[in-house]
């Protein structure tokens, strides 16, 4: 299973961006995807995820009401759409799939840096 995320950029404080993530070599249907970031100095920190159907989507509070995860089992694709971005949002974004009926995440897309400014 190959994961690849796109998407990232540079943007003002405030502004928006939409994550893709494209996962290849698997039944996308299968997995649950999340979505996570790493800023410079710190520990790679949970953003999102969704259950493998769809059903239920979890937040950090860090972002609840502020960002969006969903996906397109028709695309593969599972995308974290961004809005009111601060400057502390700036990391790089990882998107990760998780077999049904597992806690860990298997599976892992290269990153995306996102960066915003003041």
């Known amino acids: 299973v190959q994961l690849q995320a796109s998407g990232g950029g540079s943007v003002q404080a405030g502004g928006s961006l939409r994550l893709s993530c494209v996962v290849s070599g698997g039944t996308f249907s299968n997995y649950g995807m999340g979505w996570f970031r790493q800023a410079p100095g710190k520990e790679r920190e949970f953003v999102a995820r969704?259950?493998?159907?769809?059903?239920?989507?979890y937040y950090a509070d860090s972002v609840k009401g502020r960002f969006t995860i969903s996906g397109d089992n028709a695309k593969n694709t599972v995308y974290l759409q961004m809005n009111s971005l601060k400057p502390e949002d700036t990391a790089v974004y990882y998107c990760a799939a998780r077999p049904m009926f597992k806690t860990v995440y298997d599976y892992w897309g290269q990153g995306t840096q996102v960066t915003v400014s003041s």
């Open positions: 969704m259950t493998w159907n769809g059903a239920s989507a």
